[in-house]
């Protein structure tokens, strides 16, 4: 018995250690991805992680637009109880467009299928479902509870021009642009920040 507590504390300690390792790469990745674009537009997303339990970023390089119809960042996390509410209280009494996943205003930047051309006017939306579950608006798992906080949308070129692609899905006058926000489900106490260039 006296062999096997120094063992599993060595083990312990290992694994500790491969976790510490683990979110420093993680948080080198995301700082990295963050400064391929212009600071101004993704100072919504957040640098303190600490009341975070689950996070995954999608990055969507200028190089692969022409793949994706967009370039850009989604950060997907999930947070405490605690934080949620206080963070839902300080989104709702910003400025922010506000609108659900499935109002039929909305257009979704990425989706090759959908017609969106005959929509008037439009909140531009990435394209959720890369998103790791069922978070999205094309994944037929929508529990109608998503609300979307807008921060910015223009239209305009904001890639490389050699980057990008006429989407023939867009309505009119938004072949490019660039959309920002925060995707919010409250039951799964879950923040979805995005920036996408189109």
Partial sequence: ???????????????????????????????????????????????????????KIIVYPQEASKVHLMAGLILDTRVNDLFFKD???????????????????????????????????????????????EFGFSSNKLSGKEEVFIIEYKQGEF?????LVKNLNTPDGWSHGMSRGIAIDSLRKRIVYWLVYW
């Fill in 159 to 163: 890639i490389d021009s050699e980057h």
């Fill in 87 to 133: 963070y839902y209280n300080i989104l709702v009494n910003q400025d922010f467009k506000k609108t659900s996943m499935l109002n039929d205003s909305i257009f979704i930047i990425g989706d090759t299928i959908e017609d969106f051309s005959s929509v008037r006017f439009t909140y531009p939306l990435p394209d959720f479902s890369d998103c790791y579950d």
């Fill in 1 to 55: 018995m006296k062999k096997i507590f120094p063992l599993l504390f060595i083990v312990f300690l290992l694994s500790c250690s491969s976790g510490e390792i683990q979110e420093r790469r993680w948080l080198e990745n995301y700082n990295e991805s963050l400064l391929g674009f212009p600071p101004m537009d993704w100072l919504h997303f957040p640098f303190d992680f600490s009341y975070f339990s689950n996070k």
